[in-house]
């Protein structure tokens, strides 16, 4: 009996194991040491910017992740425009003028997008009311 | 007791299917990079010409005619093989080409459009790929078609093939 249970135990153990390693975030990027910038807030805003802009070119990927030439290209673009004194706004308004809205990895909410960012909802509410309505019926 | 077949469900189940059946067989291509330049202005950008040496500025060259640009390199395979379909517009359509040579040695491209021949009105360098940026170019070859008045009328990412030549020319003519 004690031997089933400690089998058991250890067989939870592991698939808890293989749930919090398969969610630890892949912290890989492929910022290159010279395109650092010595200061850091702009480090770190060109850092920011680069997660959100999908490398257009590899389509999953941000182009902080990735290590294609167009991706290092657009790198060296956002810290040279965040170097001019441009604001992230700006910078977000340089990229989708010239690549569209698709190289935002999270689209903006407009007329375009509505669909995309409510239509889940509306199916949420949608079956809670199927749900709901059974529910009733069935009482 | 005879059990009720849920029709509300069977419904929404079709048109589901029906849906995805639609954008099964409808003809189109999910890999295709939609363009955010179509119908807008060209960007404005400066860069030397290749061929005079001279300094380029699009505002001043952009006007009063229709004009292919193209995206081009001597390392790239496919700008070769759509080098011909280049000649060809230029020799029958008479419209100015203007070759953008992206990161590319302009030795090689000199002596590559001396083995291949020159479809090119212009060669502009641009080294660091900062004119693809202001173009929105994925990757090269690229092509545009832009109107006289300096609008941006059609785009094709990939080599020009023969079918593609057929669609630049009767943009070329509607445009003319």
Request: hydrophobic fraction near 40%; charged fraction near 25%; aromatic fraction near 12%.
């Given at each position: 009996?004690?031997?089933?249970?400690?089998?058991?135990?250890?067989?939870?153990?592991?698939?808890?194991?293989?749930?919090?390693?398969?969610?630890?975030?892949?912290?890989?990027?492929?910022?290159?040491?010279?395109e650092i910038l010595n200061n850091q807030n702009y480090e770190l805003r060109a850092r920011n910017i680069s997660k959100n802009i999908r490398?257009?070119?590899?389509?999953?990927q941000s182009i902080d992740e990735s290590n294609a030439p167009l991706?290092?290209?657009?790198?060296?673009?956002?810290?040279?425009?965040?170097?001019?004194g441009r604001n992230d706004e700006e910078i977000y308004e340089f990229l989708t003028d010239r690549y569209g809205d698709f190289i935002l990895l999270k689209p903006d909410i407009n007329l375009n997008t509505f669909v995309l960012w409510f239509l889940p909802f509306c199916f949420l509410i949608f079956g809670i009311g199927i749900v709901i309505y059974h529910n009733k019926k069935s009482q | 007791m005879q059990k009720k077949i849920p029709i509300f469900p069977l419904i929404v189940f079709f048109f589901i299917l029906s849906v995805f059946f639609y954008l099964l067989i409808v003809d189109r291509n999910p890999s295709e990079l939609p363009s955010n330049l179509i119908n807008?202005?060209?960007?404005?950008?400066?860069?030397?010409?290749?061929?005079?040496?001279?300094?380029?500025?699009?505002?001043?060259?952009?006007?009063?005619?229709?004009?292919?640009?193209?995206?081009?390199?001597?390392?790239?395979?496919?700008?070769?093989?759509?080098?011909?379909?280049l000649k060809k517009i230029s020799d029958k359509?008479?419209?100015?080409?203007?070759?953008?040579?992206?990161?590319?040695?302009?030795?090689?491209?000199?002596?590559?459009?001396?083995n291949l021949g020159n479809p090119y009105s212009d060669v502009l360098v641009d080294k660091k790929g900062r004119?693809?940026?202001?173009?929105?170019?994925?990757?090269?070859?690229?092509?545009?078609?832009?109107?006289?008045?300096?609008?941006?009328?059609?785009?094709?990412?990939?080599?020009?093939?023969?079918?593609?030549?057929?669609?630049?020319?009767?943009?070329?003519?509607?445009?003319?």
């Open positions: 009996m004690n031997r089933t249970n400690n089998f058991i135990s250890k067989i939870i153990f592991i698939i808890f194991l293989s749930f919090v390693i398969t969610q630890i975030p892949d912290i890989s990027y492929s910022v290159e040491p010279d490398c257009v070119v590899c389509q999953n991706a290092k290209d657009l790198r060296i673009l956002i810290r040279n425009k965040i170097k001019e | 807008k202005n060209i960007p404005t950008f400066e860069a030397k010409s290749l061929i005079s040496g001279k300094k380029f500025i699009s505002t001043k060259e952009f006007k009063g005619e229709t004009i292919l640009v193209n995206f081009f390199a001597t390392w790239c395979k496919p700008c070769r093989d759509e080098h011909d379909f359509k008479k419209v100015k080409i203007i070759g953008i040579n992206y990161k590319d040695s302009s030795k090689k491209t000199v002596i590559w459009l001396k004119i693809a940026i202001e173009w929105g170019v994925y990757g090269i070859p690229e092509t545009f078609v832009v109107n006289s008045n300096g609008i941006i009328k059609y785009r094709h990412v990939g080599a020009i093939t023969g079918k593609i030549y057929k669609k630049i020319s009767l943009i070329i003519d509607k445009n003319e």
